[in-house]
């Protein structure tokens, strides 16, 4: 049993990732010097009075961007493409994200039907997968983003939405599949 506690700190501590599945690491998120520690050092950037709350997770961290005055929230879930060639996630400055929001820079493999989806990996990776989230935009609570998105500058996004296809600059979408509902 020591060895597989070494086993699992040594892991926690080498990861690409963050999240209350990682022990000997998320215990730093309650801490704001420890906090800001942690993600400068796991994010590809991690800016100024950029914030990522306990209870947050994110994958392939080397790989996504967080901005200035951003906050990523509890239950939130960011998972960019860990191999080489995928999607990575980029968050700009001033973006409110609720809750509970998910973004997904990577999908599984299911083209075929003799095979369980688990064993069929993931698609072949693309940049093109890659999530934009701009400057001055709100992600409302519980939203999931999939592959590809981009969401324009200072857009609103209706909490429980589902982002399939990229959101133009200053509009207000909602709904699965999210829908443009005004222009602001």
Known sequence: MI????????FCN?????????????????????MRHLC?????RFAEGADFRPGAYADACSKIEIGANVVIRPNS???A?????????????????GSGVHLYANNHEFKSTKHPIITQGY??????????IRSGSWIGANTIVLPGVIVGENSVVGAGSI?????PPRVVV??????????L
């Open 3 to 10: 060895g597989e506690i070494i086993k699992r700190i040594k």
């Open 14 to 34: 080498t990861a690409d990732r963050i999240g209350p599945d990682m022990f000997s690491t998320h215990w730093r998120l309650y801490f704001r010097s420890t």
């Open 40 to 44: 400068e050092k796991k994010f590809k």
């Open 77 to 79: 879930f960011l998972f």
């Open 81 to 97: 493409d860990p191999t080489e060639g995928g999607g990575g996630i980029l968050i700009e400055d001033n973006v409110l994200i």
């Open 123 to 132: 698609p072949r990776p693309r940049l093109e997968d890659s999530i934009v």
């Open 163 to 167: 982002l399939t296809k990229t959101v």
């Open 174 to 183: 909602a709904g699965n599949p999210a829908r443009i509902i005004r222009h």
